[in-house]
């Protein structure tokens, strides 16, 4: 790719956006009654600008994913969190499901302001 060109830009031209709600980590945990910790979250906020895509299942196991779990790939231009020491990372809504954002994260934002997360479906007993 070419710096600066901003590839995800010309592709949103081309195939359009996905809107999603956005929720960023906060960096702070609330401890439950049972002692687990739970990640709190900023306001939501709706961003107009992405593409959501979906995993197929053979690559899932070429990435090393869990193969039994569903995933998609968001590109959006804006920096998120995935999965990391001290964060539990940021989390959307599309297609009616919560997806936690667990990366790999592979970021552009230097480039070009983008980039790119594999987010996993959060199950509904462990939505926050």
């Known amino acids: 790719m070419i710096p600066g060109i ?3 830009n010309i592709a949103l031209g081309v195939i359009g956006s996905q809107p999603v709600v956005y929720y960023r980590d906060s960096g702070e945990r609330e ?7 739970r ?9 107009s600008r992405g593409s959501v895509q979906a995993i197929p299942k053979e ?3 070429q990435r ?3 193969v039994a779990s569903e995933y998609v790939e968001w590109f959006v231009p ?15 809504e599309w297609d009616g499901k919560r997806w936690q954002v667990v990366g790999p994260v592979e970021s552009w934002a230097a ?5 790119s997360a594999v ?6 007993g462990n939505r926050p």
């Open 78 to 92: 804006r920096t998120v969190t995935g999965v990391e020491r001290d964060a539990s990372g940021d989390q959307i």
């Open 6 to 8: 901003n590839i995800l």
């Open 31 to 37: 401890e439950l009654d049972n002692g687990v910790l």
């Open 39 to 47: 990640t709190r979250f900023e306001p939501s906020v709706a961003v």
């Open 119 to 124: 987010c996993q479906e959060v199950k509904r």
């Open 64 to 66: 090393g994913l869990d």
């Open 111 to 115: 480039q070009d302001g983008w980039c």
């Open 59 to 61: 690559k899932r196991d």
